[in-house]
């Protein structure tokens, strides 16, 4: 799923500034355009990292700090940038189906996030029973 600029967003990018005559305008012009459009998608991926994330800290109650975690582990376990994993966990709450790599990983990370939870309960349980 790599991002790749189309022919429309190109389009966009090389529509026609004032003529100036002024070759570094037109160069700076088509950069800030481009820089527009990456910042737009980002705008928009962010969107559905955020919805992620809520959807990680509903199946395994947590901060939001430790659902990115969880998410950023996925996403390097599969070697897929993490907006897509985002994409593909978000796309679920329409009867879509998980991939089996994201799956896997995911529930690998959400069972490592619940025995260390179980673990610092145990730990702090443990101190409270028997003090220092």
């Known amino acids: 799923m790599h991002q790749v600029t189309t022919p429309r967003e190109e389009q966009r ?12 305008l037109l160069a700076e012009v088509v950069e800030l355009r481009a820089k527009n459009e990456q910042l737009a998608r980002a705008l928009a991926s962010r969107a559905v ?12 109650p947590c901060s939001s700090e430790r659902a990115w975690d969880v998410l950023v582990d996925v996403s390097q376990h599969c070697n897929i940038k ?10 679920t709450t329409n009867d879509r189906t998980l991939p089996e790599p994201i799956q896997r990983e995911l529930r690998r ?14 730990v702090a349980t443990r101190h409270r029973r028997d003090p220092p």
């Open 13 to 24: 990018l090389l529509r026609p500034v004032p003529a100036t005559g002024d070759a570094d």
């Open 49 to 60: 990292i955020d919805q992620a994330r809520g959807m990680v800290m509903a199946l395994a």
């Open 82 to 91: 993490l907006r897509d994993v985002a994409v593909a966990l978000v796309v």
């Open 109 to 122: 990370a959400l069972r490592g996030l619940h025995l260390a939870d179980r673990t610092s309960t145990d």
